[in-house]
């Protein structure tokens, strides 16, 4: 059975400095990968996706995941952390089997909090 | 750019009610999904249907019923509410071309009193 841990369940950063959110997963099959990000009190916004091309994917604002396999772990970085960053972010993983589209397999979420 | 629609946006219900959640998913999309997040929780799938057919089921409670329309709407009807069904339900939506992309929409929060 697939799976995702976060290692993390709240990530504090100052703004300017660097992010890094992890994500350990555990598949049987070929795992399609994904972070998403919540804001408070709003829906869930795809931030990028890994499904076995380019293992080092770029999404939106500035974010950027690696998967490795050898490690299992599909991890969240940006260079520069914003206020605006400041929200859940949640390791998804959605098995490949089929050519079906799969359900999700949310992590616990990690909170990350952006200080002046 | 066309969302993921629901509605409504905010429910209050009292215990043994029933409620119904709309989602419409994005024109062209065929895959439609349902996730309940419970407070502070990561949301759990409940269902999805693909072509108006149910494609997977997740933990969805025996009170809870699904569908798909053929205009590719769904519904969930939620039956002998209880206090712990309250959470924010989320629908996503998929096309078959875009493979394993979902898009969410923002949730209708049901609160049970």
């Known amino acids: 059975a697939q799976s995702v841990t976060q290692l993390d369940s709240h990530v504090s950063v100052s703004e300017g400095t660097p992010v890094l959110l992890r994500c350990n997963y555990s598949s049987s099959y070929s795992p399609s990968l994904f972070w998403y990000v919540q804001h408070p009190n709003k829906g869930l916004q795809l931030l990028l996706k890994?499904?076995?091309?380019?293992?080092l994917v770029k999404g939106i604002n500035g974010f950027e995941a690696e998967f490795k396999k050898s490690e299992t772990s599909f991890h969240l970085t940006k260079p520069s952390a914003h206020m605006s960053d400041a929200a859940e972010y949640f390791c998804?993983?959605?098995?490949?089997?089929?050519?079906?589209?799969?359900?999700?397999?949310f992590g616990k979420g990690t909170k990350l909090s952006v200080k002046p | 750019a066309a969302g993921v629609i629901q509605s409504p946006r905010h429910l209050i219900k009292e215990k043994r009610e029933t409620a119904t959640l709309k989602c419409y998913p994005i024109?062209?999309?065929?895959?439609v999904y349902w996730y309940q997040q419970g407070p502070g929780q990561d949301p759990q799938f409940l269902i999805s249907?693909?072509?108006?057919?149910?494609?997977d089921k997740g933990s969805i409670p025996d009170r809870f019923s699904a569908q798909q329309f053929s205009d590719y709407h769904s519904e969930l009807n939620m039956s002998s509410l209880e206090l712990g069904d309250s959470a924010l339900y989320f629908c996503?939506?998929?096309?078959?071309?875009?493979?394993?992309?979902?898009?969410f929409g923002p949730g209708t929060r049901l609160t049970v009193l």
């Open positions: 024109p062209r999309h065929d895959t």
């Open positions: 996503a939506s998929s096309a078959t071309e875009k493979y394993n992309e979902q898009f």
């Open positions: 890994y499904t076995s091309a380019a293992t």
């Open positions: 998804v993983v959605s098995e490949s089997y089929g050519g079906s589209q799969g359900n999700l397999i």
């Open positions: 249907f693909y072509e108006k057919m149910q494609s």
